[in-house]
Nanobody, 121 residues
Framework: QVSLEESGGGSVQAGGSLRLSCVMS???????MAWFRQTPGKEREGVAL???????RYADTVKGRFIISEDYSKYTLYLDMNNLQPEDTGMYYC????????????????WGHGTQVTVSL
C-alpha cells in the first residue's frame, strides 16, 4: 500500500513559479514517479516522469520550464514550475508505480488526491 499527498498548489500570475511537493509513505522500493495534470472535460495528461533509475522525461508543453526531482531521504517528489502560463492551469496529481511505467496514466496504480494550480493573465 502506497499513499501519496500533494501540496504546493495555488494561484499565480502568468510568468510566475510554483513548487509542488508529493510526500510518499516510507518504502524500501524504488518507484517510477510522475506528475499528471487534468482540467475539466479533458483527459489526464502526463507532465513529468522520473524513472526508477533517476532519469527524467517531460511533456513537450513543459520542457524547459518544469523540473521534476526527488529527495528520497524525505520520500518526497517535487515539481518546480517556472514561467507558468494560463494553459498550465489544472489539478496536478502525483502518481507512483513499482513496475515499468511511461507517461500514460493507465500505467500507474497509486495516486494522490491532487493540488490545484491556477494561472491567470
Amino acid at each position: 500500500q502506497v499513499s501519496l499527498e500533494e501540496s504546493g498548489g495555488g494561484s499565480v500570475q502568468a510568468g510566475g513559479s510554483l513548487r509542488l511537493s508529493c510526500v510518499m509513505s516510507p518504502t524500501y522500493n524504488k518507484y517510477f514517479m510522475a506528475w499528471f495534470r487534468q482540467t475539466p472535460g479533458k483527459e489526464r495528461e502526463g507532465v513529468a516522469l522520473m524513472n526508477a533509475d533517476g532519469t527524467t522525461r517531460y511533456a513537450d508543453t513543459v520542457k524547459g520550464r518544469f523540473i521534476i526531482s526527488e529527495d528520497y531521504s524525505k520520500y518526497t517528489l517535487y515539481l518546480d514550475m517556472n514561467n507558468l502560463q494560463p494553459e498550465d492551469t489544472g489539478m496536478y496529481y502525483c502518481a507512483a508505480e513499482l513496475n515499468r511505467a511511461s507517461m500514460n496514466p493507465d500505467d500507474f496504480g497509486w495516486w494522490g488526491h491532487g493540488t490545484q494550480v491556477t494561472v491567470s493573465l
